[in-house]
Nanobody, 125 residues
Framework: QVQLVESGGGLAQAGGSLRVSCAAS????????VGWFRQTPGKEREFVAA????????DYADSVKGRFTISRDNAKNTVYLQMNSLKPEDTAVYYC??????????????????WGQGTQVTVSS
């Protein structure tokens, strides 16, 4: 069982930066995938970025590529999403999820087994 806690959300101006964090309650294995997703009211949960815990694989949605960076700290069992050049359309609740039965990188939220409660990111224009 994995407990995930997101933090670091808040308010930023367009063009600004935020870093959100996802702390896991247990040691994560190398083949696990940790993903960031975001969701706005009435919409499906949208893939943002993912990392295999070993660090060997990274994946980004086209909408954030070049602006967001996903990384992890093995010692802290924590994954980060550094968000630069923020746009108003980045406004959403950001969730991290863990796929512990991962055979491949996935952009589908249905493949993820555990979720945090989310952290709100709001970008003003």
């Amino acid at each position: 069982q994995v407990q995930l806690v997101e933090s670091g959300g808040g308010l930023a101006q367009a063009g600004g930066s935020l870093r959100v964090s996802c702390a896991a309650s247990v040691v994560l294995l190398s083949n696990y995938i940790v993903g960031w997703f975001r969701q706005t009211p009435g919409k499906e949960r949208e893939f943002v970025a993912a990392i295999r815990w070993s660090g060997s694989n990274l994946d980004y949605a086209d909408s954030v590529k070049g602006r967001f960076t996903i990384s992890r700290d093995n010692a802290k069992n924590t994954v980060y999403l550094q968000m630069n050049s923020l746009k108003p359309e980045d406004t959403a609740v950001y969730y991290c999820g863990v796929d512990y039965r991962a055979w491949a990188m996935s952009r589908s939220p249905t493949e993820y087994d555990y979720w945090g409660q989310g952290t709100q990111v709001t970008v003003s224009s």
